[in-house]
Nanobody, 127 residues
Framework: QVQLVESGGGLVQAGDSLRLSCAAS???????????MAWFRQAPGKEREFVVG????????YYTDPVKGRFTISRDNAKNMLYLQMSSLKPEDTAIYYC?????????????????WGQGTQVTVSS
């Protein structure tokens, strides 16, 4: 079992920045570096969508077009932490943001392929 807890969401103005954090933990044999990690987001009435992903060592990152140049995903395996630095926020970024863990060998971008999820943190961007 893997437990994920997000934090850092809030209400901000368009153009502002936020940094989301995801703390990972597990059983005695848990190894954070075993998992590819991703941030998903879900707005009311919409499907949960992939936003950004990062591989086990942090050597490869994946960004969707709406957030390229504005969001940066990173991880600190020594601290079992995943981060999402968001800048130049737009109202259309408003959603619940979830971190997710996947132990597949190949990076996945669909929600159904991820094994573990956090509870989510709300990001609201006003215009």
């Amino acid at each position: 079992q893997v437990q994920l807890v997000e934090s850092g969401g809030g209400l901000v103005q368009a153009g502002d920045s936020l940094r989301l954090s995801c703390a990972a933990s597990g059983r005695r044999t848990f190894s954070f570096s075993r998992y590819n990690m991703a941030w998903f987001r879900q707005a009311p009435g919409k499907e949960r969508e992939f936003v950004v992903g990062i591989t086990r060592s942090g050597g490869n990152t994946y960004y969707t077009d709406p957030v390229k140049g504005r969001f940066t995903i990173s991880r600190d395996n020594a601290k079992n932490m995943l981060y999402l630095q968001m800048s130049s926020l737009k109202p259309e970024d408003t959603a619940i943001y979830y971190c997710a863990a996947d132990d597949n060998l190949i990076m996945q971008t669909t929600a159904t392929r991820y094994d573990y999820w956090g509870q989510g943190t709300q990001v609201t961007v006003s215009s």
